[in-house]
Structures are given as C-alpha cells and as structure tokens.
DNA sequence: TGTTAGTAAGTGGTTCAACCATTCAACCTA
DNA sequence: TAGGTTGAATGGTTGAACCACTTACTAACA
C-alpha cells in the first residue's frame, strides 16, 4: 500500500490562499485597499513578519500591489492573471480543476507544436540525429515496460531547444510541471504505449525533412491523442 | 521632456539578484547547499528575516529548494527555467538582454497566433461584433493620433477570450507584460499604425468566417511586421 | 560486537517588539 | 488663500528569541 507523502503546508502558504480566495469571491475588489498589516496579521491570528511572507509571494504574483507609506491595494485579477498565477495555484493549492487542467493541456499543443515548426526550420543534421537516437532510447523502456515519462518530456525539450526560441522552452516547461503529474497515467495503457513511439518517430520525420507544417501537424496529433485519453 | 519614475529597489530584491547572478555564473551549482540563513544573512550584511523574503521568491522561482532541518538548496537552473523566472527577472533586473526579448515577442507571435485559430472555431457572430466594435475605436484614436496601446492590447485579449482557453490567455498577459513596454514604440509611426489596423481588420474577417488557418496567418503576419519594426 | 536510545548542534519556521522612511491629510501660520 | 508643519498611518528593516525538525554523534544496552 502507498501512501501519498502530505505535503506540510507552510503557514504563508495557508495565508496566501486565504487572501487568494477572498480576493477571487469579490470580498476584496480590484483597487480595493487592504487593512493594514498589522490590523491583518492580528485579525489572522498570525505574526506580522509571516503575513509579509504571505503578501510578497501574492506581490510577486501581481495579485496585490504595496505602495510603502499607503497600503496594500487588490488588482485586477482578471487583466492581470498569469501564468505565475496558475503554477502557484497549482504548487500552493496542489491540484486544478478539471476545466483548467484541460485548458492547460491545450495550450501546452499549441505550444509545441510551434516548437516543432521551429525546430523544422532550424534544427541541423546532428540535432536531428539526437532526437533519432532519443526515440530509440524511449522504444527500449517501452519495450521493456519501464515508465518512460521522464524521457518523453525530455524529448519534447529537446525540440523545444532544437526550434532555437529559449522563452517558448520556458513556458512549455512550465506547462509541464503540471502536466508531468498526469502524464504518469497516460503512460500506462499499451496501446498508448506504442502509438506514442509511433508519433515520435512521425515528429522527427517530419523535423528530418524540414517540413514546419507536417511537424507542427503531427504534433498536435500526437498531443490530441494523449489529451482524448486523459478527460476519457 | 519624460523622466523615467525610478523604481527604488527593496532590499530584498537586490539580494535576489545577488544570489541569481552568483548562481548563474556558477558559484553555486545545481544541488549545492547554501550556507544557512543566519550566516547568509550576515555575509550579505543584512537581516535574517530580509533575507528570507529573497530566498521565498527564490523558492517561489523554482531556483532554490528550501529543506527545513537540512538547509536551501539550489535548483537545477537549466531543467527548471519557467517563465516566472523569466518575469521575475524583468519586473526586478528592469530589463532583458534584446535576444530574449526578441525571443519573447516571437513566442507571442505564436501564442497569439494559435488564440485566433481558436477564436475563429468557437466565437458566436455577438463576440464577432464586440471585436468590430473595438476595432472601430482603435482606428479613432489611431485617427486622432493618440496612443493605442492600450486598445491594441484589449483587442488581442479579448481574442484570447473568444478562443476560451484561459491558459493560452494567461501565457499571453504574461507576454503583454514583457512586450507592452516596447510597444509604445512600435505604435509611434505613422505608416505602422496604418498598416496595424488593416491588419487588425484582416484578422476580425477571419474569425468571422470561421477560417482558423487564415485567422492564425493573419495574425501571424500581423506580429512578423511589429517584431520586425522592432528589431529591423 | 552490534544495535539502539539519547543527545546536542544545526537548519528553516515563527514570533515579538522596536525603529526607520515614506505618504497623506489635517492643521496652523503668514 | 497659499504654503509650510506636524502627526498618524503605512510598508520596510532590524535584532533576538523560541519552536519543530533533521542529522550525526555518542553512550548505553543486549
């Protein structure tokens, strides 16, 4: 029997929700000022140097913005939501809804498949040779019944840096820290398994040739396979 | 004559930095312990309680690992890199290197790119009108020589919003973010507004067809003229 | 001898109380 | 009325203390 390892939350982080949630139920509006730290930390139950804490990741967040010598005022959470914003939530609060997971898959498609319409344009021979040697690398765990997770994601970054554009890498690599989680399921099924591998391998194809549009196509098909199997 | 407001840098900001320079040159490596809190504190000549606002949104970052009982530890920086680290550095550095802003802008291009292919799958013909209407009002100020950023900004939020898919959109702000200070820049000549709001109305018929493959070139070439204005 | 229980030192987490610097508004003065 | 002064409130910073946890060493026990 496994047991899942419960996290400790932090009391920051408890505060930091808190605030979060007021904020998102409309308890506090956008431009709205919030009570003063000592009147909050106090009204919390909490010490003033842990509710700064709490602010400064929710300022970093661009939830809440602090003018020294008036306040701290609320922001608009609507213009301003981003994607800090959706990795705290999902580090913080430890799981997204279902619609927001979904969406998050999404876009983690469009994403890479301009990283692989880049990598078609830009990728040379030898790069191309180490994505080859890649797909063989992931065939043997999966042949061999290994959960190859790990390397499936590595071969996506290898052509996200192949396609040469480090702030695409960097915000793919964020969707993976929350889709890594689920991947672990999609990995297990054998047919899943194996057409997996098989659109691998249609990717690099695709890359070898220096063709963007087929490479783009076939990994947005490859990455609709694997969404259809996660919300089915 | 404009001044630049300057940002007055909090204390913890610059110990960030400190420890993200000291970092990426290599002085402390991927799973290198850091020297306990108390000691840190005091090499860097500042409070304990300072420094931990900076090692927070360190941690925050994904840069540094926080252990209680053992110490901090830092991250793998390469394996980690997300696009907090990359807002991060330009909310607090005040600036970014032109490549990766070159970089930022063409992930843009493709993120708002694959916003408009899914705006011209799911908007109703009363989003359709709401995006005309706004078009409408850009090319008055653009008329009436005032600045549009602002508008030019809503305008491709809002198709975010008719692609309904909130994580595409919270990726975009996060590039508006970056990208919004160059663009008043872009916005100045008089032969770049035009041709923006031509080409704000190609995309707008697009999407009103219902043609994704248009709608995403559309606004793909849309975005090629700014990048290349800006960078030459 | 080998294992175990206990202990001490070090770590991050939290609290408390004070002081500094900035902002704003109320008030006084010329 | 215009302009300066003052005071209260705000966030920023400091220092010291204590807690909870981890680790490694040590001494006692079987």
């Known amino acids: 029997m496994v047991f899942k390892p419960l996290r400790k939350q932090n009391l920051y ?4 929700n808190q605030l979060l949630t007021l904020i998102r139920e409309g308890q506090f509006k956008a431009g709205d000022q919030l009570p003063g730290e000592r009147e909050l930390a106090e009204s919390l139950g909490v010490n003033r ?4 804490e709490a602010l400064r990741v929710l300022e970093l967040m661009r939830v809440v913005e602090k003018r020294p010598g008036e306040g701290v005022f609320v ?3 609507e213009k301003e939501s981003s994607v800090e914003t959706l990795v705290f939530r999902f580090l913080v609060e430890d799981g997204l809804d279902n619609e927001t997971l979904r969406s998050a898959f999404e876009a983690m498609i469009f994403i890479e498949a301009s990283m692989a319409r880049l990598a078609a344009q830009r990728a040379t021979p030898e790069e191309v040779d180490e994505l080859q040697k890649l797909c063989a690398k992931i065939e043997d765990q999966i042949a061999s019944g290994e959960n190859f997770t790990d390397l499936d994601q590595k071969f996506h970054q290898l052509i996200g840096k192949l396609g040469k554009s480090p702030v695409l890498c960097a915000i793919d ?3 993976w820290i929350i889709v890594k989680k689920y ?3 999609l990995h297990r099924p054998e047919e899943r398994r194996k057409s997996c591998a098989l659109g691998h391998r249609r990717i690099v194809e695709a890359i070898a040739k ?3 549009g087929r490479a783009g196509r076939e990994m947005e098909e490859h990455l609709q396979g694997a969404l259809k199997a996660l919300f089915f």
């Open 49 to 52: 140097t842990t509710l700064r």
């Open 210 to 212: 220096g063709d963007p």
């Open 173 to 175: 690599s964020t969707m």
């Open 13 to 16: 982080e408890s505060i930091a």
């Open 75 to 77: 922001r608009d959470l």
């Open 183 to 185: 991947a672990r399921l």
